[in-house]
């Protein structure tokens, strides 16, 4: 398929997801919690674990909600408590994709999972800080982690390792489910941000929910350039954002339909 005939794929598809766009009213695990019925942002309670948070409870472009109790962002699982273990057992997850790479596994261990739960070792980024917990940078955006952000979207392994996990979460059988990283501020911050904009949810929000991991880790972690930097080379290897959906992370148009049918709610 040559370029010309790329782009107009990708017009028509875009097209047909808007036109067959409906809302699955009962889609999703029955004990889910409805939508709203958490704060958007708001940290859950895990003992052991940073930054824990639901990424529905957002409202949509087109006036829907994304679906609550679904889809999670963390830090590292690996030092949960009993209480944690119980904390975390209480959101009934049936899976939890972990994008650490094997060198934060050896510093941290393996998560620590309720019975039941599937880990999916999903590595993404290089094996050491910045991609690390790190220490917080206040004094401005660290180039490093700027080079790391074009990375999610220029580096095969890590892009398709994102692809992957939208995949999942299009699955009904497999959420709900939690993707983490070491302090769940990067690389969970940056598939949160391309879920909720793949959502319908309007940037100001998506950035807002980004930062809130600055709040949860007690430190300026996150910058609004690290997702500018890694938008805009999704937008310039690929020519839009459905483009780089369906070209670099592989998602097929039916794939985006289900994760908005299984994601959304008029509720």
Not at 149 to 157: L, Q
Request: proline share 5%; charged share 20%.
């Amino acid at each position: 398929m040559n370029a010309t005939s790329r782009r107009t794929f990708v017009k028509a598809g875009c097209a047909a997801v808007a036109a067959g766009f409906v809302f699955a009213e009962n889609a999703g695990a029955a004990s889910s919690p409805p939508a709203g019925s958490r704060v958007p942002g708001t940290l859950i309670p895990i003992e052991g674990a940073l930054n824990v948070r639901d990424v529905g409870g957002y409202r949509t472009v087109e006036g829907a909600t994304v679906r609550c109790g679904q889809v999670y962002r963390s830090g590292t699982l690996a030092y949960l408590t009993p209480l944690g273990l119980s904390q975390l057992a209480a959101l009934g997850l049936k899976e939890v994709v972990d994008f650490r790479t094997a060198a934060e596994l050896t510093s941290q261990g393996p998560d620590r999972l309720p019975a039941g739960v599937v880990p999916i070792s999903t590595p993404i980024g290089e094996t050491a800080p910045p991609h690390n917990t790190g220490a917080a940078t206040t004094a401005a955006v660290d180039p490093a982690l700027l080079d790391i952000y074009r990375g999610y979207v220029d580096n095969d392994s890590w892009r398709k390792g994102f692809g992957r996990t939208l995949q999942r979460i299009a699955s009904a059988a497999e959420r709900p489910l939690t993707y983490h990283d070491s302090a769940g501020a990067h690389r969970s911050g940056w598939l949160t941000a391309v879920l909720l904009t793949l959502l319908g949810v309007d940037k100001d929000t998506v950035y807002a929910e980004y930062l809130r991991s600055n709040d949860a880790l007690g430190g300026i972690y996150a910058y609004p350039e690290y997702l500018d930097e890694a938008f805009a080379e999704a937008t310039r290897k690929y020519g839009s954002f459905t483009a780089f959906l369906v070209q670099g992370l592989e998602l097929s148009l039916l794939t985006i339909l289900r994760i908005r049918t299984g994601m959304l709610t008029l509720a």
